[in-house]
Protein backbone atom coordinates (compact mmCIF):
# COMPACT_ATOMS: atom_id res chain seq x y z
CA UNK A 1 0.00 0.00 0.00
CA UNK A 2 2.72 2.11 1.00
CA UNK A 3 4.50 1.43 -1.94
CA UNK A 4 1.69 2.72 -4.36
CA UNK A 5 0.70 5.47 -2.08
CA UNK A 6 4.79 6.59 -3.29
CA UNK A 7 4.22 5.97 -6.81
CA UNK A 8 0.69 8.01 -7.12
CA UNK A 9 2.60 10.48 -5.33
CA UNK A 10 5.76 10.71 -7.60
CA UNK A 11 3.34 10.49 -10.46
CA UNK A 12 1.79 13.85 -9.54
CA UNK A 13 4.92 15.54 -9.13
CA UNK A 14 6.14 14.32 -12.31
CA UNK A 15 2.76 15.91 -13.67
CA UNK A 16 2.81 19.21 -11.65
CA UNK A 17 6.41 20.03 -13.14
CA UNK A 18 5.37 19.19 -16.65
CA UNK A 19 2.31 21.65 -16.31
CA UNK A 20 4.57 24.02 -14.72
CA UNK A 21 7.03 24.18 -17.34
CA UNK A 22 4.90 24.35 -20.14
CA UNK A 23 3.29 27.21 -19.11
CA UNK A 24 7.05 28.98 -18.27
CA UNK A 25 7.58 28.06 -21.74
CA UNK A 26 4.21 29.10 -23.53
CA UNK A 27 5.04 32.88 -21.22
CA UNK A 28 7.98 32.88 -22.49
CA UNK A 29 7.24 32.29 -26.18
CA UNK A 30 7.53 35.23 -28.79
CA UNK A 31 3.94 33.92 -29.64
CA UNK A 32 2.58 34.25 -26.74
CA UNK A 33 0.05 36.75 -25.94
CA UNK A 34 0.90 39.17 -23.71
CA UNK A 35 -2.41 39.91 -21.88
CA UNK A 36 -2.68 36.78 -20.76
CA UNK A 37 -0.84 36.25 -17.11
CA UNK A 38 0.44 33.00 -15.58
CA UNK A 39 -2.51 32.55 -13.65
CA UNK A 40 -4.76 32.95 -16.88
CA UNK A 41 -3.09 30.21 -18.22
CA UNK A 42 -4.06 27.88 -14.96
CA UNK A 43 -7.52 26.24 -15.31
CA UNK A 44 -9.14 23.96 -13.44
CA UNK A 45 -8.26 20.57 -14.03
CA UNK A 46 -5.16 21.60 -15.13
CA UNK A 47 -3.15 20.24 -12.40
CA UNK A 48 -4.41 16.80 -12.36
CA UNK A 49 -2.16 14.16 -13.87
CA UNK A 50 -3.39 12.33 -16.99
CA UNK A 51 -1.19 9.39 -16.57
CA UNK A 52 -2.77 5.91 -15.75
CA UNK A 53 -2.55 4.63 -12.57
CA UNK A 54 -0.26 1.23 -12.32
CA UNK A 55 -2.73 -1.09 -10.58
CA UNK A 56 -2.01 -2.20 -6.45
CA UNK A 57 -0.49 -5.49 -6.56
CA UNK A 58 -2.04 -7.18 -3.69
CA UNK A 59 1.42 -8.90 -2.80
CA UNK A 60 0.34 -12.31 -3.90
CA UNK A 61 0.03 -13.82 -7.72
CA UNK A 62 -2.95 -15.92 -6.99
CA UNK A 63 -6.24 -14.98 -6.04
CA UNK A 64 -7.59 -15.31 -2.62
CA UNK A 65 -10.24 -17.78 -3.26
CA UNK A 66 -7.57 -20.78 -4.47
CA UNK A 67 -4.93 -19.88 -1.59
CA UNK A 68 -5.12 -22.94 0.67
CA UNK A 69 -3.55 -23.59 3.99
CA UNK A 70 -1.50 -26.20 4.85
CA UNK A 71 -3.32 -29.28 6.13
CA UNK A 72 -1.83 -29.06 9.80
CA UNK A 73 -2.47 -25.39 10.49
CA UNK A 74 -3.76 -24.75 13.86
CA UNK A 75 -3.04 -24.28 17.73
CA UNK A 76 -2.41 -28.09 18.71
CA UNK A 77 -2.23 -28.96 22.81
CA UNK A 78 -0.18 -31.98 23.00
CA UNK A 79 -2.04 -35.22 24.23
CA UNK A 80 0.36 -37.55 24.27
CA UNK A 81 3.96 -38.11 23.64
CA UNK A 82 5.49 -41.52 22.53
CA UNK A 83 9.35 -43.28 22.81
CA UNK A 84 11.37 -44.43 19.72
CA UNK A 85 9.43 -47.71 20.62
CA UNK A 86 6.20 -46.42 20.62
CA UNK A 87 5.11 -46.74 24.25
CA UNK A 88 3.81 -43.64 26.05
CA UNK A 89 5.86 -41.74 27.34
CA UNK A 90 4.17 -38.22 28.95
CA UNK A 91 0.63 -37.40 28.94
CA UNK A 92 -0.43 -34.03 28.80
CA UNK A 93 -2.28 -32.38 31.55
CA UNK A 94 -1.87 -34.84 33.98
CA UNK A 95 1.44 -32.71 36.35
CA UNK A 96 -0.14 -29.32 34.98
CA UNK A 97 2.94 -28.81 32.59
CA UNK A 98 1.51 -28.13 28.73
CA UNK A 99 3.36 -28.33 25.60
CA UNK A 100 1.31 -26.35 22.17
CA UNK A 101 2.41 -26.56 18.66
CA UNK A 102 1.47 -23.85 16.90
CA UNK A 103 1.50 -24.67 12.62
CA UNK A 104 0.87 -21.46 10.81
CA UNK A 105 -0.73 -21.04 7.08
CA UNK A 106 2.37 -22.53 5.56
CA UNK A 107 3.63 -24.80 7.44
CA UNK A 108 5.50 -23.09 10.18
CA UNK A 109 6.02 -24.69 13.63
CA UNK A 110 6.40 -22.92 16.50
CA UNK A 111 6.78 -25.04 19.52
CA UNK A 112 8.90 -25.34 23.15
CA UNK A 113 12.14 -27.49 23.76
CA UNK A 114 11.96 -27.43 27.71
CA UNK A 115 12.59 -23.84 27.94
CA UNK A 116 13.70 -23.12 24.68
CA UNK A 117 11.81 -21.89 21.79
CA UNK A 118 11.64 -24.57 18.91
CA UNK A 119 11.15 -23.58 14.93
CA UNK A 120 10.75 -25.10 12.00
CA UNK A 121 8.81 -26.05 9.08
CA UNK A 122 6.94 -28.71 7.88
CA UNK A 123 6.82 -29.75 4.01
CA UNK A 124 3.56 -30.55 1.97
CA UNK A 125 1.07 -32.64 4.20
CA UNK A 126 -0.38 -34.69 1.14
CA UNK A 127 -2.19 -37.98 1.45
CA UNK A 128 -1.45 -38.30 5.19
CA UNK A 129 2.31 -37.77 4.92
CA UNK A 130 4.16 -35.12 5.99
CA UNK A 131 7.72 -34.75 7.16
CA UNK A 132 10.31 -31.52 7.80
CA UNK A 133 11.08 -29.18 5.04
CA UNK A 134 14.40 -29.28 6.26
CA UNK A 135 15.94 -32.01 9.03
CA UNK A 136 16.71 -29.03 11.17
CA UNK A 137 14.87 -27.24 13.24
CA UNK A 138 16.14 -24.09 15.26
CA UNK A 139 16.01 -23.28 18.71
CA UNK A 140 16.92 -20.68 21.79
CA UNK A 141 19.80 -21.87 23.73
CA UNK A 142 18.74 -20.58 27.75
CA UNK A 143 19.80 -22.76 30.25
CA UNK A 144 16.67 -24.95 31.50
CA UNK A 145 16.40 -26.07 35.43
CA UNK A 146 13.25 -27.28 35.79
CA UNK A 147 11.24 -30.26 35.00
CA UNK A 148 9.54 -29.74 31.45
CA UNK A 149 7.57 -32.46 29.42
CA UNK A 150 9.82 -34.20 26.95
CA UNK A 151 10.25 -32.93 23.21
CA UNK A 152 8.54 -34.05 20.00
CA UNK A 153 10.99 -35.71 17.72
CA UNK A 154 10.06 -33.33 14.95
CA UNK A 155 12.53 -35.28 12.66
CA UNK A 156 10.94 -38.73 12.93
CA UNK A 157 7.61 -37.78 11.81
CA UNK A 158 6.52 -39.48 8.25
CA UNK A 159 3.01 -39.54 8.37
CA UNK A 160 -0.32 -38.03 10.57
CA UNK A 161 -3.91 -38.70 10.98
CA UNK A 162 -6.17 -35.79 11.67
CA UNK A 163 -9.53 -37.08 13.24
CA UNK A 164 -12.17 -35.21 14.88
CA UNK A 165 -9.82 -32.47 17.14
CA UNK A 166 -7.27 -35.25 17.39
CA UNK A 167 -3.85 -35.10 15.22
CA UNK A 168 -1.48 -37.94 15.11
CA UNK A 169 1.80 -38.12 13.83
CA UNK A 170 3.45 -41.67 12.88
CA UNK A 171 7.24 -42.53 11.93
CA UNK A 172 8.01 -44.44 8.88
CA UNK A 173 7.79 -47.73 10.91
CA UNK A 174 3.95 -46.57 11.83
CA UNK A 175 5.27 -46.40 15.78
CA UNK A 176 3.43 -43.07 17.31
CA UNK A 177 5.41 -40.10 17.99
CA UNK A 178 2.93 -37.83 19.94
CA UNK A 179 -1.04 -37.46 19.52
CA UNK A 180 -2.56 -33.35 19.83
CA UNK A 181 -6.17 -31.81 19.84
CA UNK A 182 -6.98 -29.20 18.11
CA UNK A 183 -7.11 -26.48 20.85
CA UNK A 184 -9.40 -24.18 19.24
CA UNK A 185 -11.83 -26.86 18.57
CA UNK A 186 -11.20 -28.28 21.84
CA UNK A 187 -12.20 -24.89 23.59
CA UNK A 188 -15.58 -24.61 21.27
CA UNK A 189 -16.74 -28.00 21.78
CA UNK A 190 -16.38 -27.75 25.48
CA UNK A 191 -17.43 -23.91 25.36
CA UNK A 192 -20.99 -25.61 23.28
CA UNK A 193 -21.29 -28.67 26.47
CA UNK A 194 -20.66 -25.58 29.33
CA UNK A 195 -23.52 -23.56 27.94
Known amino acids: MTMAVSHFFILALKGVAATFAGILLVANSSSADPQLSL ?32 ALVGTWWAK ?5 AGTALWHGGE ?10 PFGEISTTHECNMLKGKFGSAEEGAVALASPYMSMTRMACWDNYPPSVSFERIARFEREGLELRFFDKDGLPIATYYNAHALKAALDDILQ
Open 39 to 70: FDLLKPGLLEAEVERPPLDPGYSAPYEKFSFH
Open 95 to 104: DGDRLVMRVG
Open 80 to 84: TLYDT
